[in-house]
């Protein structure tokens, strides 16, 4: 088998120089951006609140109340 040959000519991203530029743009829509901040807020407090609950252990245990328990119950 031969050898792995490189098929692009891409420099390495160490090699690569970038820039920034400055484009000016209308003015932004500042109700929808504080509307997408709280909302990734909200998300973010809601995937944190849910990983803390799923570590906590309950104050207290109770019995499942499945359909064997609730049919005993009737009897």
């Known amino acids: 088998m031969s050898r792995y040959a490189k098929k692009t000519d891409r420099r390495p991203y160490e ?3 970038f820039s920034v530029r400055a ?3 209308d003015r932004a829509d500042l109700h ?3 509307e997408v901040l709280i ?5 973010e407090t809601g ?3 849910a990983a803390r609950e799923a570590t906590r252990v ?6 499942a109340t499945d359909g064997l328990a ?6």
């Open 15 to 17: 090699e690569r120089s």
């Open 23 to 25: 484009v000016h743009r």
């Open 32 to 34: 929808k951006l504080a």
């Open 39 to 43: 909302r990734l807020t909200l998300q």
């Open 47 to 49: 995937e944190s609140r």
């Open 58 to 63: 309950p104050d207290t245990y109770r019995a």
């Open 70 to 75: 609730a049919s005993e119950a009737a009897r």
